[in-house]
């Protein structure tokens, strides 16, 4: 794991912004990419940096960590958040890539979303959240199927229910997660920096950002 620790919040948005911007520039000197980004209001400022960077958007494939099981017209539903801090200005070129489908669980359309997600994997740039309780996406601590999430033969998506999740929720699985070329996890404030070093002393289970930090650069301000 990298720590990269910043003067203040916004300097933090900035950088972790402008990090974001030239690993996908760097890919699409390749190819087309696939950007992966968690709900929330914390990175709503790297979203709205994000939105005006001067790439080829029409080339870059968009889908969220997870998703609560809700249609757009909640105000809990990360994808309307989504649309309006990140796919607008010369990001609205862009491709959303669904977490969610018209139907009553999230079981019903499990298939269908990862057929419309694994032609774009693995993810080129992945941005995480992580919870108080070591939660990332939606791989909550507890949750009813989190060992199978965390297993190296998961599906690309599953639905998982726990009680800190409130609605059922639509995850990557952590293979996915784990698979992505840059990984960046932003986090904010002490507790969420205690919470960090306390992930390295509990298994997977316990504290499922465990699986990516290996990996990862970890973005953190006051």
């Known amino acids: 794991m990298i720590l990269k620790t910043y003067p203040d919040r916004a300097a933090l948005m900035?950088?972790?912004?402008?990090?974001?911007?030239?690993?996908?520039?760097?890919?699409?000197?390749?190819?087309?990419?696939?950007?992966?980004?968690?709900?929330?209001?914390?990175?709503?400022?790297?979203?709205?940096?994000?939105?005006?960077?001067?790439?080829?958007?029409?080339?870059?494939?968009?889908?969220?960590?997870?998703?609560?099981?809700?249609?757009?017209?909640?105000?809990?539903?990360?994808?309307?958040?989504?649309?309006?801090?990140?796919?607008?200005?010369?990001?609205?070129?862009?491709?959303?890539?669904?977490l969610y489908a018209s139907a009553p669980q999230p079981e019903d359309a499990l298939d269908r979303l990862a057929q419309g997600i694994a032609p774009y994997l693995p993810i080129t740039v992945l941005l995480l959240g992580m919870g108080r309780d070591m939660h990332t996406a939606s791989l909550f601590p507890g949750a009813d199927h989190l060992i199978q999430a965390l297993s190296p033969d998961a599906p690309v998506v599953m639905a998982l229910r726990a009680d800190a999740a409130g609605e059922p929720r639509i995850t990557l699985s952590a293979r996915v997660l784990?698979?992505?070329?840059?990984?960046?996890?932003?986090?904010?404030?002490?507790?969420?920096?205690?919470?960090?070093?306390?992930?390295f002393t509990l298994p997977p289970e316990l504290a499922p950002i465990r699986t990516v930090l290996a990996q990862a650069t970890v973005h953190w301000a006051e």
């Not at 404030?189 to 992930?199: I, S, T």
């Open 14 to 98: 900035a950088g972790l912004s402008a990090l974001m911007a030239q690993e996908l520039a760097a890919a699409l000197r390749h190819g087309p990419a696939t950007l992966s980004v968690p709900g929330g209001t914390t990175p709503g400022p790297v979203f709205d940096a994000l939105s005006n960077a001067d790439l080829d958007w029409a080339r870059v494939f968009v889908l969220l960590n997870d998703e609560r099981w809700v249609g757009e017209d909640s105000p809990r539903s990360n994808t309307r958040l989504l649309r309006d801090r990140l796919l607008r200005a010369k990001a609205a070129a862009a491709t959303l890539l669904p």
């Open 178 to 199: 784990q698979a992505a070329k840059h990984i960046h996890v932003l986090i904010t404030g002490p507790e969420k920096r205690q919470a960090l070093e306390r992930a």
